[in-house]
Nanobody
Framework: QVQLVESGGGLVQAGGSVRLSCAASGRTFSVYDMGWFRQTPGKDREFVAAISRSGVSTYYRDSSRFTISRDNAKNTVYLQMNSLKAEDTAVYYC?????????WGQGTQVTVSS
């Protein structure tokens, strides 16, 4: 079991940047692949970014604007988002994954004003 708490969201102007953090506690953080998803009302959660246990492999919805990273010593994963657009407005959720389980945080709201 792992508990995830997102932070760093807020109101930002279009074209700006935000850095989200996800702090994990519970099982050893390094055993999990980590990811970020986002959701707006009436829509399914959609994939944003993911990073492997070691941090060697990363995957993105938009690699030109987003960067995911992790610090296993701090049990934390980050999502840097640049050049934000209005359509990036969503609740952003942190995800921890193994072959058998998915764990989710409660989300942090990012609102991009235009």
């Amino acid at each position: 079991q792992v508990q995830l708490v997102e932070s760093g969201g807020g109101l930002v102007q279009a074209g700006g940047s935000v850095r989200l953090s996800c702090a994990a506690s519970g099982r050893t953080f390094s055993v999990y692949d980590m990811g970020w998803f986002r959701q707006t009302p009436g829509k399914d959660r959609e994939f944003v970014a993911a990073i492997s246990r070691s941090g060697v492999s990363t995957y993105y919805r938009d690699s030109s604007r987003f960067t995911i990273s992790r610090d296993n010593a701090k049990n934390t994963v980050y999502l840097q988002m640049n050049s934000l657009k209005a359509e990036d407005t969503a609740v952003y959720y942190c995800n921890a994954r193994t072959n058998w389980n998915d764990y989710w945080g409660q989300g942090t709201q990012v609102t991009v004003s235009s």
